[in-house]
Nanobody, 116 residues
């Protein structure tokens, strides 16, 4: 079992930046790590993910603004969010999905609010 704890959320003005962190209780070496978000009355959506080989992909709305990265030594995944927009407001969730396996874990979520 891997526990995931998100941090770094909060309130920021449009155009501002935040960095989310996801600390795992165990090694993330064999996991694809992802950030998802869910806005009120909307379905949870993938924001970005990074595979063990560091291959990344992003949803179109955040390309060029968000960067996902991982530090395997620290068992931590990051989401750097720049030029934030009000439509980025959501609860952000960290996800760990084991490659070649069924293990799939979620963090408890963290609020990001973009508002003036």
């Amino acid at each position: 079992q891997v526990q995931l704890v998100e941090s770094g959320g909060g309130l920021v003005q449009p155009g501002g930046s935040l960095r989310l962190s996801c600390a795992a209780s165990g090694s993330i070496r064999l996991y694809t790590m992802g950030w998802y978000r869910q806005a009120p009355a909307k379905q949870r959506e993938l924001v970005a993910r990074i595979a063990p080989g560091s291959l990344t992909n992003y949803t179109d709305s955040v390309k060029g603004r968000f960067t996902i990265s991982r530090d395997v030594a620290k068992n931590t995944t990051y989401l750097q969010m720049n030029n934030l927009k009000p439509e980025d407001t959501a609860v952000y969730y960290c996800n760990a999905k084991r490659i070649l396996g069924k293990d799939n874990y979620w963090g408890q979520g963290i609020q990001v609010t973009v508002s003036s």
